[in-house]
């Protein structure tokens, strides 16, 4: 099992960036698919980008290709989102997850995870 806490969450500007990170616990994070959702207020969670064990699958939705990228260090038990040329409508709580079935792969479904983070929020302003 894993814990996972997210931080680097806050308050930006239209156009700005900012580097989510999601610390895991326990030694069998680097056997983990690791991904990050979003979910704004009354709204569904919904993908974010997702990376494989071994960072060579790679997910973006469509909303955020060429603006975010995710990456992880097996060696500190991370995975980051770089996100760059923020809009408002990327205002949400973000949540970090893992996936220990299906290492391989970088799923895009909510429900191919096991474990959560509490998520940290990011707003972005106009």
């Known amino acids: 099992q894993v814990q996972l806490v997210e931080s680097g969450g806050g308050l930006v500007q239209a156009g700005g960036s900012l580097r989510l990170s999601c610390a895991a616990s326990?030694?069998?994070?680097?056997?983990?698919?690791m991904g990050w959702f979003r979910q704004a207020p009354g709204k569904e969670r919904v993908f974010v980008a997702a990376?494989?064990?071994?960072?060579?699958?790679?997910n973006y939705a469509d909303s955020v290709k060429g603006r975010f990228t995710i990456s992880r260090d097996n060696a500190k038990n991370t995975v980051y989102l770089q996100m760059n040329s923020l809009k408002p409508e990327d205002t949400a709580v973000y949540l970090c997850?893992?996936?220990?079935?299906?290492?391989?792969?970088?799923?895009?479904?909510?429900?191919?995870?096991?474990?959560w983070g509490q998520g940290t929020q990011v707003t972005v302003s106009s």
């Open positions: 990376i494989s064990f071994n960072g060579a699958s790679i």
């Open positions: 326990g030694r069998t994070f680097m056997t983990y698919a």
């Open positions: 997850a893992g996936d220990p079935r299906r290492y391989y792969r970088a799923s895009t479904y909510a429900t191919d995870y096991d474990y």
